[in-house]
């Protein structure tokens, strides 16, 4: 975002994306724009996504875990997984947190 008065970036988000157009990184400055090397570059979140592979082709796409900067953690989706025959139905059923 951009101060209108003074044409200056006051905080910024960039992105990252993978081979899917999924954000795979994201950094954030909250003051000023992103630094994204050197010896201060802003934080670092990635995302870690499950393509579902069969037979070596990705079936689907989804967020399976988010890694935060400074420290490691890491939140972890489970899913859970139900077919009727027919159809499969996946849904976030717990979140779990690593560190």
Same mark, same amino acid.
């Given at each position: 975002?951009?101060?209108?008065?003074?044409?200056?970036a006051v905080n910024e988000v960039a992105f990252e994306?993978? #081979?899917? #157009?999924?954000?795979?990184?994201?950094r954030q400055a909250h003051a000023g724009t992103v630094v994204t090397? #050197?010896?201060n570059p802003s934080p670092r979140v990635q995302y870690g996504y499950a393509d579902g592979a069969s037979g070596g082709a990705g079936r689907f796409?989804?967020?399976? =875990?988010?890694i935060f900067p400074g420290g490691g953690r890491t939140i972890r989706y489970i899913?859970?997984?139900? =077919?009727n025959g027919?159809?499969?139905?996946?849904?976030?059923?717990a979140v =779990?947190?690593?560190e």
């Open positions: 975002m951009a101060d209108p008065n003074a044409d200056v994306f993978d #081979g899917w #157009g999924n954000v795979s990184a994201s090397d #050197g010896q796409v989804r967020l399976d =875990s988010v899913v859970f997984r139900k =077919s027919r159809t499969i139905t996946r849904m976030v059923m =779990s947190r690593h």
